[in-house]
């Protein structure tokens, strides 16, 4: 089945900084790639996501990167604020095989100091 | 619009007891999702609802584990003989009709955490 890495496990930024979170996949299938933000005590929320027909996606100060061949897609986070502190989870899935289970990654705690 | 919501937010029981957990999914969404999450992981599948019937339930981790959607909207996760193992944060998401869409968004609930002592 599908195995998903991400790292760091924690990443400290100052406030304005950039941020960047890398996952990588094994299952070379997997044509949907979500990234979601947990706050204390909440679920996860969807904040972007990127298919496989596409290379990159930007919304505002969030961008996605998918490189297929190398199997490892990222999350880039600019101007950063101290709202943005939270735990971030990349998942993958495919469609292919009437499977839609989502397999997250193990996450990543950022802090942005103000 | 209402997101999904779960119900209750949290569950303390005794090991050995049998518990139940409520899901409502976003309004239209087809498909539903049951995952746990462990303290500082992830989270993971457990199954998936297409309409009534589970499409995939690879994910229960044994017998003591079942969910039904009898109406094709709310679901309920139910676990027998709790074990201090099944202590977790049970998450659901919803997703809209997977058939009519290539992608899988899916908008999670606030989660049930679940306590076994």
């Known amino acids: 089945g599908e195995n998903v890495e991400q790292h760091p496990s924690t990443l400290s930024v100052q406030e304005g900084d950039s941020a960047v979170i890398k996952c990588t996949y094994s299952d070379s299938a997997s044509n949907y790639f979500p990234w979601y933000k947990q706050e204390l005590g909440k679920g996860p929320q969807l904040i972007i996501d990127?298919?496989?027909?596409?290379g990159e996606k930007k919304d505002q100060r969030i961008a996605v990167t998918l490189n297929k061949t190398a199997k490892h897609f990222s999350l880039h986070i600019t101007e950063t604020q101290p709202e943005d502190s939270a735990v971030y989870f990349c998942a993958a899935s495919t469609v292919r095989t009437g499977r839609r289970a989502l397999t997250f990654g193990s996450g990543t705690r950022l802090q942005v100091q103000p | 619009g209402a997101g999904v919501s779960q119900t209750p937010s949290n569950k303390v029981t005794e090991k050995g007891k049998y518990v139940e957990l409520r899901c409502d999914p976003i309004s239209g969404h087809t498909a539903l999702y049951w995952y746990r999450q462990s303290l500082g992981q992830g989270p993971e599948f457990l199954i998936y609802f297409q309409g009534t019937g589970a499409a995939d339930d690879s994910g229960l981790p044994n017998d003591r584990f079942f969910a039904v959607r009898p109406e094709g909207s709310v679901s309920t996760l139910k676990i027998q003989r709790t074990e201090r193992g099944d202590s977790a944060v049970y998450l659901c998401?919803?997703?809209?009709?997977?058939?009519?869409?290539?992608?899988?968004?899916?908008?999670f609930g606030p989660g049930t955490r679940l306590t076994v002592l």
């Open positions: 990127i298919r496989s027909n596409v």
């Open positions: 998401a919803s997703s809209p009709d997977p058939r009519d869409r290539v992608y899988n968004e899916q908008f």
